[in-house]
Structures are given as C-alpha cells and as structure tokens.
C-alpha cells in the first residue's frame, strides 16, 4: 500500500484551463518530488522542494507551478497546456538526509485536450 | 553526469522460473545507493530492493536479489520462483548519497526500463 496519495487519478483539460494536482503523504517526509513520465519512458524529474522550500527546478516551463503548503502536502498548479504535456505525474517523498529511500504515489493521469 | 544502461527492453520468463535483469551505471563517486523499481500495468513505482553501495553483501528481499559488483558498476537484478503479479516494468535506479543543492535534495537517475513478461 502506498502511502503517498495522488489526486485526481485522471484529469482531462482543455488548453484553456486551470487545474491542480494534489499530493500527500504522512510518512514525516521533509522532501517531496514531482516527476513526469511520458509513455515506455522512465520518469523525468521536475521539481523537489526540501523542508518546504523549492530545492531544484529542472527547468520546467512556467505554465507548471509547484507549490508546498506544509511539510505533508505539495501541490502542481496547471495553466494553459499544451497537448504533448499529456503524461504520467507522480509524486514521491522521501526523508531529508542521506541514505533514505524515495517512495512514489501512484500517479495522475494527465490528458489535455 | 551519472548514467544508467538497462541493456534488455524486454525479456520473458516461464512462471516459477528464475531471471535476471541487467542494470550498469557510470559514475565517479563512492558513496551512492542504488535501486529496483517495479511498474506494473497500474504505474504505479513500487521499490524492488536498494543497496548501499559502501555494503559488501548483495541486498535480498524475499524472492528478489541483486548481484552488485561495484568495480565493474553493475547491478543485476535475479527474481527467483517468478510469479505472474511480478509482470512489470523494471527500472534500475541510482542516487547519489549527497543531496543535488541544499539540504535533502536527491535526484533519481533511471535506466530505461526493461519490460518483464511472465508466462503461464
């Protein structure tokens, strides 16, 4: 059972739209990821925020907005996609210092239209 | 840059056999960790197995085993008595054992992925 959980599950969008994607976990986690993964491709990195702070950024496009509320919760705000932004996106966490596992959600599951 | 090779796309096993799925990574520190994940149909990424790489001894979790040989860097994952629920696909996975900036900052690095097919 995990122990991160995702919402929504599914979200179709239009290109127009603004939407959000919702993670949580209570594992007491200090740093949480957000992860893009395309069709039969591994997952990509996007975002981690440690102890609540945005810690790397690989250089996503601003139409993506992560957000951290508190220590349990992370958020991706979404805003005028485009069609090849239609993907995977999971969430994972992990304890804050070396030698910790990171564990991932199950996903949401992201179309736009 | 680290780097991870899975070498086989796509492999088969008769159920209750065993097999072995071939990861090797390219890095120049000494201290990493390194990871099984499991996607099955669902995707959701499920952890296999991890090892320190500063152990000696192979990390082992029920059914599943690594063969971890760190001069050579390579990192074979052996599933034994396979089932059909272990029908997924396998990402072999690397982290550095220091954060990328600031404080609990750690990045995966995953190989492609091999798609393991278990039939009846």
């Known amino acids: 059972d995990t122990e991160v959980t995702q919402t929504p599950k599914h979200l179709v969008m239009g290109m127009t739209n603004k939407k959000s994607l919702k993670c949580e976990q209570h594992m007491g986690h200090r740093a949480m990821y957000w992860y893009k993964q395309k069709a039969k491709k591994p997952p990509e990195l996007m975002f981690v925020?440690?102890?609540?702070?945005?810690?790397i950024n690989e250089s996503v496009p601003s139409r993506f907005s992560p957000e951290c509320p508190n220590s349990s919760l992370l958020n991706l705000h979404l805003h005028a996609l485009q069609p090849e932004d239609s993907a995977l996106y999971l969430c994972a966490s992990s304890q804050a210092d070396s030698g910790n596992t990171i564990y991932f959600g199950e996903g949401s599951w992201l179309t736009v239209v | 840059a680290q780097t991870v090779t899975q070498s086989q796309p796509e492999m088969s096993v008769q159920e209750a056999e065993t097999v072995t799925l071939s990861c090797t990574y390219d890095?120049?520190?000494?201290?990493?960790?390194l990871f099984w994940y499991k996607q099955p149909p669902s995707r959701q990424m499920i952890l296999v197995i991890r090892q320190e790489a500063y152990k000696q001894q192979n990390a082992t979790e029920n059914r599943f085993s690594v063969n971890f040989q760190k001069a050579a860097k390579s990192f074979s994952l052996k599933i034994s008595d396979s089932q059909l629920g272990d029908a997924a696909m396998y990402f072999c996975?690397?982290?550095?054992?220091?954060?990328?900036?600031?404080?609990?900052?750690?990045?995966?690095?995953f190989g492609k992925g091999t798609k393991l097919s278990v039939i009846p």
């Open positions: 925020y440690s102890y609540e702070k945005l810690s």
């Open positions: 890095t120049s520190e000494s201290d990493y960790y």
């Open positions: 996975a690397y982290r550095s054992a220091f954060g990328n900036s600031g404080a609990g900052s750690y990045q995966l690095t």
